[in-house]
């Protein structure tokens, strides 16, 4: 299985904006610190901003910030709001010309159960707990300043 673009960059503007709670981001922001297209990037924020999982202020001293308290933000539930569909294989696409083997085939259903357990995975995951490393590396950079030594008068950090 592989997500869409569309959902990855969803779960890098959440994570990021998780991580960077202390002051509103910007698209562009986002976009350079992930190399992301700004373009394709707006359209991301905005379907985020339908879903109240971004608040976006105005202004000139504007930008983006979480809608809600990242553990509140389930990670499959973005995942659902995100992707168009997940069809595995053709069998799954009732549009679609079908299989012609769908009348004896059980690829479909074992398929259907994998889809199945990943989401189930993702349920269980909140956006805290996707960025709770991050934070804690980015708190322990914060707080371990150079310590300095000195030695007769000159100083050497460490």
């Avoid at 999982?53 to 990670?75: A, H, K, S």
Wanted: proline residues 1%; hydrophobic residues 35%; contains cysteine.
């Amino acid at each position: 299985m592989r997500l869409t673009s569309y959902t990855d960059y969803a779960l890098r503007t959440l994570m990021y904006l998780a991580i960077n709670r202390d002051r509103l981001a910007t698209i562009q922001d986002i976009a350079d610190t992930h190399g992301i297209a700004k373009n394709h990037l707006t359209k991301v924020v905005h379907h985020l901003g339908v879903l109240g999982l971004i608040d976006t202020v105005r202004g000139r001293n504007g930008g983006l910030r979480l809608g809600r308290e990242p553990e509140e933000i389930n990670i499959g539930e973005v995942v659902r709001q995100t992707e168009t569909d997940f069809h595995m294989a053709a069998c799954f696409d009732t549009q679609g010309d079908g299989c012609s083997y769908s009348a004896g085939c059980e690829l479909k259903g074992v398929l259907g159960e994998a889809t199945a357990a990943f989401l189930r995975v993702l349920d269980g995951v909140t956006l805290d707990k996707m960025v709770s490393r991050e934070k804690n590396r980015r708190v322990k950079k914060l707080v371990y300043a150079p310590i300095e030594l000195h030695f007769g008068g000159a100083s050497k950090k460490r």
